[in-house]
């Protein structure tokens, strides 16, 4: 039942959908109401518009840092549903699971967008790895001088956002730090004057250090993460105001959004760090600004009100949720939104039967919801209705198999199957030949995720 704060991001990008915390961590759902009523505006910004961003200024006579990034892992990433099978069912059924390998697809970024949609991450990180070779910034090149391109860029962007999504932290974090906050000469247009002589501004994208900016908090180092953030969120605040003598609205906007993101993951430390005055600072400064519109305040009030709820304020989580009533907001996304909503407040208040009947209306009205279900199969539980959770979650594993792959659902999963009985491993070894069939790669251990070291 664990509710999960803002997913970090920035606009929208071919990669971007990859960006995805691991269950550790808890946030605001990615598919929050927030997210889905601003992506559903798209702004058209010029290129200038999109890229303005600050070198650090260079002292007189001193030549510039350069960037001078490299892959640090000479050897691929393996499989390790293939390895688990192998364990529990012998080398015979492993050889007849056949996933995608960076061999297998066209070795470019069309390739590399191919493994990310089978949901082939290792394999994705090993195709990054070869494609940087070709920019020079391949194994072994770390600290050897290397040009930049947008291209590159996003390949290591790309990278980046797979390791996360993995759980390789160690390895993320160390080829990071050859690029700095990315803010040295060569990261930029007008270093490179003979390629890009009529553009200015940064080549790395804003998701690339907004990644950046967020990665101590995955690693245990919320502080840091927030000292980041703070950074970039003076620098967003400070191109929006630049953006307000453009009188071009979608500039405006478009920086907005980017500075109302970064806030996002600012609550996210706040969060992490317990610090709930500072969480509540910042998102009812946001929800004061006078820029939104009725659906964009009412999925800023559902937002506040989830904050309190994980505060412990259930009084002030209802008066913003009575807020959203009062919009007279009507949309399905907003219906689902407050079912979801005062089942929450139910559940805080440990009242499962009320609860129950909420999360099972927004599921009538959104059948197709993982979230919903794990609240109804969940609810169930708490009421002693283990093999109704248990069939909650298999019809919604059944109707959804891609997206139920994920660690959260399987270690729910399986947790109950330990719980119906002694003799779980069987149902447990089904779930493993649907995750292999799947091609999905998890973040955490497949053993701990299926609960497969255990005795059952």
């Known amino acids: 039942m664990t509710e999960k704060y803002f997913a970090g ?212 180092a919320p502080i840091v993460a927030l000292h980041r953030l703070t950074v970039l969120l003076n620098t967003c605040q400070r191109i929006e105001k630049l953006m307000q003598t453009t009188k071009v609205d979608d500039n405006l906007k478009f920086w907005r959004r980017r500075r109302v993101r970064v806030q996002h993951s600012i609550i996210n430390c706040a969060l992490i760090l317990k610090n709930y005055s500072m969480a509540k600072h910042f998102i009812e400064s946001i929800i004061e600004e006078a820029c939104w519109a009725k659906e964009e305040l009412g999925a800023l009030y559902s937002v506040a009100a989830r904050v309190y709820l994980q505060c412990g304020d259930i009084v002030a989580a209802e008066k913003r949720w009575t807020s959203i009533r009062k919009l007279g907001v009507t949309s399905q996304l907003f219906q689902v939104q407050e079912c979801m909503d005062k089942g929450l407040i139910f559940v805080a208040q440990n009242d499962f039967e009320e609860a129950l009947k909420c999360f099972q209306k927004a599921s009538s009205l959104e059948p197709t919801s993982i979230l919903i279900s794990n609240n109804i199969a969940v609810c169930l539980l708490y009421l002693g209705k283990m093999k109704e959770a248990i069939a909650t979650y298999e019809k919604i594993n059944l109707a959804n198999s891609k997206q139920t792959m994920n660690e959260n659902f399987l270690i729910n999963l399986c947790t109950l199957y330990e719980l119906e009985s002694n003799f779980s491993r069987p149902k447990k070894i089904v779930q493993l030949q649907k995750l292999a069939n799947e091609h999905r790669d998890l973040c955490m251990s497949i053993e701990v995720c299926l609960k497969l070291n255990s005795n059952n």
């Not at 269950?23 to 559903?40: I, Q």
Request: proline residues 7%; hydrophobic residues 35%.
């Open 9 to 220: 991001s920035s606009e929208p990008s071919i990669f971007d959908n990859i960006i995805s915390k691991p269950g550790m961590l808890p946030r605001l759902e990615e598919d929050s109401a927030f997210l889905k009523v601003t992506n559903s505006d798209p702004l058209t910004v010029t290129d200038q518009i999109r890229d303005i961003w600050q070198p650090v200024e260079q002292e007189p006579g001193i030549p510039p840092r350069l960037t001078m990034p490299g892959v640090l892992s000479v050897e691929d990433l393996n499989n390790p549903i293939k390895e688990t099978i192998s364990t529990a069912l012998g080398p015979e059924e492993a050889r007849k699971i056949v996933h995608l390998t960076c061999n297998d697809v066209t070795q470019d970024e069309r390739g590399l967008r191919k493994l990310i949609e089978e949901g082939c991450f290792r394999a994705a990180v090993n195709l990054t790895s070869r494609l940087l070779t070709m920019y020079g910034q391949g194994y072994g090149r770390l600290g050897q001088p290397a040009k930049h391109t947008p291209h590159s860029l996003q390949l290591w962007f790309t990278r980046f956002a797979l390791l996360v999504k993995l759980g390789l932290f160690e390895l993320c974090q160390m080829e990071c730090e050859a690029f700095g906050e990315l803010d040295r000469a060569d990261i930029f247009y007008e270093f490179y004057p003979e390629m890009y002589s009529q553009r200015r501004g940064s080549m790395a994208s804003f998701s690339f250090r907004l990644l950046l900016a967020e990665l101590p908090m995955y690693q245990g």
